[in-house]
C-alpha cells in the first residue's frame, strides 16, 4: 500500500523559508515522477514543482522558480521542497504527488496523494 505523508508546514513572516518534507512508504520505482501542488483558499490546485526520482532538470511553476527548490533523498525515500522568500501568495495547503512512470504537471496524472500541510504567510 502506497502512502505519502507531508510534514513542515507552518505559519512564518514574507521573507522567510521553509521546508516541506514528503516520505513515502510501500511500492516505489525507479522511474517515479513526484510533484508538490498547492491549493489556496477559494482556488483551485495548482502545479508548484516536480522531478523524476532517478533525478534529471526539474521542472517549476513560473511563481515559485528561483525560489523553491525540489529535491529527494533516495536512502529516506523522502522529497523535499524547499521555499524561500516567501510571499502571502504563497498560502495553501502543500500536497505532495506520485507517479509511478512519467507525469507532469496535470494533477490527473498522479494517482497517489498525501493529506497535505498548511502553509501560512503572514505580510
Known amino acids: 500500500q502506497v502512502q505519502l505523508v507531508e510534514s513542515g508546514g507552518g505559519l512564518v513572516q514574507a521573507g522567510d523559508s521553509l521546508r516541506l518534507s514528503c516520505t513515502t512508504s510501500?511500492?516505489?520505482?525507479?522511474?517515479?515522477?513526484m510533484g508538490w501542488f498547492r491549493q489556496a483558499p477559494g482556488k483551485e490546485r495548482e502545479f508548484v514543482a516536480r522531478?523524476?526520482?532517478?533525478?534529471?532538470?526539474?521542472e517549476y511553476a513560473d511563481s515559485v522558480r528561483g525560489r523553491f527548490t525540489i529535491s529527494r533523498d533516495n536512502g529516506m525515500r523522502t522529497v523535499y521542497l524547499k521555499m524561500k522568500s516567501l510571499k502571502p501568495d504563497d498560502t495553501g495547503v502543500y500536497y505532495c504527488?506520485?507517479?509511478?512512470?512519467?507525469?507532469?504537471?496535470?494533477?490527473?496524472?498522479?494517482?497517489?496523494w498525501g493529506q497535505g500541510t498548511q502553509v501560512t504567510v503572514s505580510s
Open positions: 522531478m523524476y526520482w532517478s533525478g534529471g532538470i526539474p
Open positions: 504527488a506520485a507517479n509511478w512512470g512519467s507525469a507532469g504537471v496535470d494533477g490527473r496524472d498522479y494517482p497517489y
Open positions: 510501500g511500492r516505489t520505482f525507479s522511474t517515479s515522477t
